[in-house]
């Protein structure tokens, strides 16, 4: 305001005090922060989901799905997050579905499920093949 008061002086509704409110276009809080705040609840709601955080990589956390139906006992399924872009990967769909359910409570409206072989990943094309497929 000071070096250029014939620019910004239409953006002040109100000076009093040495204080001024004034409009943005954008968020006044630093990305820095809010990511972080997210990162941390996220964190949260995975952890008390049971999902251990990965010790290399604190974007990644896993957990094992027990299932005392099915022969095998389970399935690991994986969550890899990149500021608010989710990804999470499990051979059970179904315990896939309840993560959505638990994470839409959380979160509103809930992540979307894209079942398949190709995903797209935040511009990341994936494709999903069998042990030793080219």
């Not at 896939?96 to 935040?122: E, S």
Request: hydrophobic share 30%.
């Amino acid at each position: 305001m000071k070096l250029a008061p014939y620019i910004y002086h239409t953006y002040i509704s109100r000076q009093g005090l040495g204080h001024f409110v004034c409009e943005t276009t954008k968020s006044f809080v630093w990305p820095h922060e809010s990511s972080s705040a997210f990162y941390r609840k996220l964190q949260k709601e995975l952890e008390d989901y049971e999902f251990i955080l990965n010790p290399e990589d604190p974007c990644v956390a896993n957990k094992w799905t027990v299932d005392k139906n099915h022969a095998d006992g389970g399935h690991q399924m994986t969550a890899i997050w990149h500021v608010d872009n989710l990804l999470a990967s499990c051979k059970d769909g179904f315990k896939l579905t309840k993560c959505q359910c638990y994470l839409g409570k959380k979160y509103g409206a809930g992540p979307t499920i894209n079942r398949g072989r190709k995903h797209v990943y935040i511009g990341m094309d994936l494709e999903l093949c069998e042990v030793g497929a080219s």
